[in-house]
């Protein structure tokens, strides 16, 4: 199904036992279960618009360096080296990351994307549905991404807040950058908000780090609302970050997280262009629940 031929918000089908805007079986093919979800609309048309995109051809790398986070929260492990081979053992969302969508099911109905069901998550004869590797078998992720700078906007505009703290970014802002930064969004577009955390992140000591990104719970982020749900559909974005029953329980988007934002911010502020041609590739691994994004942006 292509961006133009889905329903607005209002208008999606009734999933039975689910809250209205579930997009489960828009994209379901032949009788065939779909895994993939927004990033359908990825398609090769839409790549080679993206390549449009590139001017200068400079490139930007997004993955921040796999050492990030120093301490994860929730017990995870921190990056580990044995022998000289580089046999790397890394949490795949402790850092830079795309939550896949097996990592999160809707928290009223304990329901993953397109039904899937808690118990069936380790199940083996399962281990196919909502994995990550699909999306290596598509052709990984290649399409427009456009770069919503929050953190240098809020500074201009004399915005006091922690990237620590319940700091909600609206609509209306992400709508007034856009227009300040001269971006159209296009259906199917990759949207990055870069919102000031990493670069708190890369200034804080050990013991600030510990306090607020191992053991808090407080973030800067998208505001979780209706209008913001709304917003996000209407658009049809290929994927983006925040709302993660939404985006990846009911509708099936990729979610970006802890990606290395400030080079391309520096880029896009030099050649005064926050849209580029922006390609991924997530771990091929069959069941993953997330993987390292591997992402470029190409201006």
């Known amino acids: 199904m292509r961006a133009q031929d889905l329903p607005s918000f209002k208008d999606m089908p009734a999933v039975k036992g689910m809250p209205h805007g579930t997009a489960w079986g828009l994209w379901d093919k032949n009788g065939k279960r779909d895994n993939c979800g927004s990033l359908n609309l990825l398609t090769p048309e839409i790549a080679k618009e993206a390549q449009k995109e590139i001017r200068s051809g400079n490139s930007v790398a997004l993955n921040w360096g796999l050492e990030n986070v120093h301490e994860p929260g929730f017990n995870l492990k921190p990056l580990g080296f044995v022998a000289w081979d580089d046999l790397i053992h890394i949490n795949t969302q402790s850092g830079s990351q795309w939550d896949g969508f097996r990592h999160w099911g809707h928290q009223d109905t304990g329901l993953y994307y397109n039904g899937l069901k808690h118990e069936e998550i380790p199940d083996p004869a399962h281990v196919s549905d909502n994995s990550q590797h699909h999306w290596s078998e598509r052709g990984g992720i290649v399409g427009r991404g456009v770069l919503i700078d929050y953190a240098s906007w809020a500074e201009k505009k ?5 990237a620590t703290s319940r700091h909600e970014i609206s609509i209306q802002d992400v709508e007034a950058i ?19 955390w990493v670069r708190w992140y890369n200034a804080a000591n050990a013991e600030e780090r510990i306090a607020k990104a191992k053991n808090g719970h407080e973030f800067i982020g998208l505001a979780g609302n209706e209008e913001s749900v709304e917003w996000l559909w209407n658009h049809h974005f290929a994927a983006v970050a925040g709302l993660h029953d939404h985006l990846l329980a009911m509708w099936g988007t990729p979610i970006g997280e802890l990606w ?27 069941g993953g629940v997330a993987s390292p994004p591997n992402a470029l942006a190409i201006l």
């Open 260 to 286: 290395n934002l400030e080079e391309l911010a520096e880029a896009c502020e030099r050649e005064k262009k926050y849209s580029f041609m922006l390609t991924s590739a997530p771990l091929n691994v069959h």
């Open 158 to 162: 004399g915005i006091g807040y922690s």
């Open 178 to 196: 856009a227009k300040e930064q001269g971006v159209e969004f296009n259906p199917a577009d990759i949207l990055i908000i870069r919102s000031g």
